[in-house]
């Protein structure tokens, strides 16, 4: 047993830890200096990663969705965590010059675009502000210079690819975007940023949809049919209409087709695809041909592409030529150099490289991507391209041990960016440049940071606005050897 004097210490020391919470929390509280359901006026002073306004009231960071930069605006406060809240407008009390009205008649409702709001030039000054603090916050890289971002000759009409859930509200069938932060499905007519070609495809089978009285499909029960419907928009207006369904049968297939072909004289393709599966996944493994060709044709520069319901091609085809002319110009080729693809997917960029390289190698891990890639790479009669299915990781040292020699290694990961171990693979290769295209500043700072310390220094980042009144924005940037 333990002795008094022992009890009295150890109580004393109890009492102290507690005493010693008790002042942590309530340091805590107090350092916490606004409450759910109250309003606080809030200075505005930077656009966040999903174009939601940034200001802090008393030091502490309020994201105010809608409210732009400039701007002192009172909120009603929805969300309260440790180290930030969430607030909602309830009155602009000084109003940005760069506020517009947007011209969408749903946009405050739909999740689809977050900066129509925004007057276009200066959101083409906060997404370049956005790689800027992006790479001197995370990449720890202060001093490397970022362009102005390039922006579309139009902000509206340019996604060539559209894909809407379908569902029902109060007997009517709705297609179109989700709700902000929701699976509220937003009935959606006229979408400013589709090409017309895709509006026409979502009103039409809308309309047969009702009229022939198909089942939509209900995720909460997973009942119903029909899940999605997706769009493809080619050169000179052609059309491909991929349905989606929970069922491997479509019911009423023949008078759908039949239907959806009067509406749109400019659809050349009709296919479904089956997803059985209770996810939120859009696409299942596998698609059929319901009607008409396999693919559409879309061009970017001086090649054609052949596109199938699943494959990855860029949704701005005009601001693709910029991005890819871009990255074809940092990687500084004269016709002598040999380059790997590190991310080649259908080929685009790989097949703009082999315009001015000597050999290009285009590497992927999805088999059904190579394939189209090779396609591709025939369709447009290249040659001194060649497409690999593997891992990066294996495959480009496998390369290096055959005797490949790259002087350009060009990548365009996913939106979560390159682990350690692809750029360390990256660096042993002992390119002269690398090309890093990126969808998400906040993964390329940290893989510039990351290639920094393997001997590669950024020299620049070019923004380029692919998407328009929407919080996204692609970049490339140029890598260099420190000890070329």
């Known amino acids: 047993m333990l002795a008094e004097e022992d009890l009295q210490m150890l109580g004393s020391k109890i009492l102290k830890r507690d005493g010693s919470r008790k002042e942590e929390m309530f340091k805590m509280k107090k350092e916490i200096p606004v409450t759910r359901g109250k309003m606080y006026e809030i200075e505005i002073d930077s656009l966040g990663t999903s174009g939601e306004g940034v200001g802090r009231y008393e030091e502490f960071t309020v994201f105010v969705p809608g409210a732009l930069p400039g701007e002192r605006v009172m909120v009603l406060m929805e969300e309260v965590k440790k180290s930030y809240g969430k607030g909602r407008i309830q009155e602009i009390l000084k109003k940005s010059e760069d506020r517009v009205s947007p011209v969408c008649s749903i946009y405050d409702r739909c999740g689809g675009c977050q900066l129509q709001h925004l007057e276009y030039m200066a959101q083409l000054k906060a997404k370049r502000r956005q790689v800027i603090d992006a790479v001197t916050r995370i990449g720890k890289l202060p001093d490397l210079f970022v362009a102005p971002t390039i922006g579309a000759a139009s902000p509206w009409n340019y996604r060539n690819k559209m894909q809407f859930p379908i569902g029902r509200k109060k007997d009517r069938v709705v297609i179109g975007c989700f709700a902000r932060g929701s699976h509220e499905i937003i009935d ?20 047969i949809v009702a009229k022939l009285r198909i089942p939509v499909y209900d995720e909460d029960k997973h009942t119903g049919v029909l899940r999605h419907v997706i769009g493809r928009v080619g050169r000179n207006g052609e059309i491909m209409a991929v349905i989606v369904t929970a069922t491997k049968q479509l019911p009423r297939e023949k008078e759908l087709v039949k239907l959806l072909r009067a509406a749109l004289p400019q659809v050349v393709s009709i296919q479904q695809n089956i997803q059985t599966y209770r996810n939120n996944v859009i696409m299942g493994r596998d698609t059929r041909l319901i009607w008409g060709r396999p693919t559409i044709l879309d061009t970017i520069g001086r090649l054609s592409f052949h596109i199938s319901p699943r494959s990855f091609f860029q949704v ?23 380059v790997i693809d590190a991310y080649c997917g259908t080929g685009t960029i ?15 891990i999805v088999k059904p991507a190579i394939l189209d890639a090779r396609k591709n790479a025939r369709d447009n009669h290249v040659k001194n391209a060649e497409f690999l299915v593997g891992d990066a990781t294996q495959v480009m040292p496998r390369l290096y041990r055959q005797g490949v020699r790259p002087d350009v290694v060009v990548v365009d990961p996913p939106r979560a960016g390159c682990t350690p ?18 969808c998400n500043p906040a993964s390329l700072a940290r893989d510039l940071g990351i ?22 924005i692609e970049a490339v940037a140029l890598i260099v050897r420190k000890d070329a």
């Open 316 to 338: 701005n085809t005009g601001q693709a030529e910029v991005l890819y002319g871009k990255a074809l110009e940092y990687a500084g080729l004269c016709g002598e150099e040999i």
């Open 188 to 207: 959606t007519m006229d979408c400013h940023i589709q090409k017309e070609g895709n509006n026409e495809v979502v009103n039409a089978l809308r309309e």
């Open 421 to 438: 171990v692809v750029l360390k693979t990256f660096a042993d290769m002992e390119p002269q440049r690398i090309v890093y295209v990126s």
């Open 451 to 472: 290639l920094d310390g393997l001997g590669y220094r950024a020299v620049k980042v070019q923004p380029v606005d692919m998407f328009p009144n929407t919080s996204s």
């Open 350 to 364: 790989t097949l703009f490289l082999a315009q001015k390289a000597q050999k290009v190698y285009g590497i992927e």
